[in-house]
């Protein structure tokens, strides 16, 4: 199936140590594009001073009649440790699936009062009140200048055979060449304004709001990576 992480989402730390995290992960190979249902697109995670934010999205370029998967689970998989040095951690699973009708079942860890099921198009909430689920059709969020991305690439592989490359395999740029590929980065490939490709595109999402306390109870630091994986027969 798919996995993608985000590091980290810094929780009950008080206002200052607010923080957020994303990944993104687009334009999967032929393999992946065969369950679209399955292909995620995008992890986001973020807090409030109580509560914490989790989205996943899939199904790239979602049309009407797009569906979650009845054969898979939709998975954040949640650890929290005391800071960063800390090697004990402690793990916490969201595990959500739908049937054909795409009521969503949502298990937040063991708790069965954070338990929530039913049809989210709306929202729904556990009975403990700590869980809250959305799911539903949306814009996708992301924006990624594709022409632009594909002209420095064009220029970057133009340029492989005279580049030199330091320990780490990256290579070595002065500051003029570094400035002219990140301007391109800013412009289409003829040199008008950025444009997003996602502009217009659909994707389907799981939203979750959980009180802060259900994720952290092995400290304040919490990281978060999500997957989808298909369910046994």
Known sequence: MKRMLAVLVLSALGPAWQGSAFAADHLDGAAVKTDAATDINDLYAWSTSDKINLVMTVFPQAGANAK???????????????????????????????????????????????????????????????????????????????????????????????????????????????????????????????ANFFAGLNTLAIVLQIDKSVLTAGGPLMSVWAGTHRLTP
């Open 68 to 194: 979650f998967s009845a054969a898979a689970a939709y998975v954040f998989h949640t650890s929290s440790r005391a800071n960063f040095a800390a090697t004990a951690s402690t793990a916490l699973d969201i595990i959500c699936t739908f049937d054909a009708a795409q009521k969503v079942s949502c298990w937040v860890g063991s708790d069965k009062t954070n338990y929530v099921s039913g049809d989210a198009s709306a929202s729904i909430t556990s009975s403990s009140g700590k869980v809250r689920v959305h799911t539903g059709r949306h814009d996708d969020p992301f924006f990624f200048n594709l022409a632009g991305f594909n002209k420095v690439r064009e220029i970057v592989k133009g340029a492989a055979a005279s580049l030199t490359f330091d320990a780490n395999g990256c290579p070595a740029l002065d500051a003029a060449t570094s400035g002219v590929l990140v301007n391109q980065l800013k412009q289409t490939a003829t040199g008008g304004a950025a």
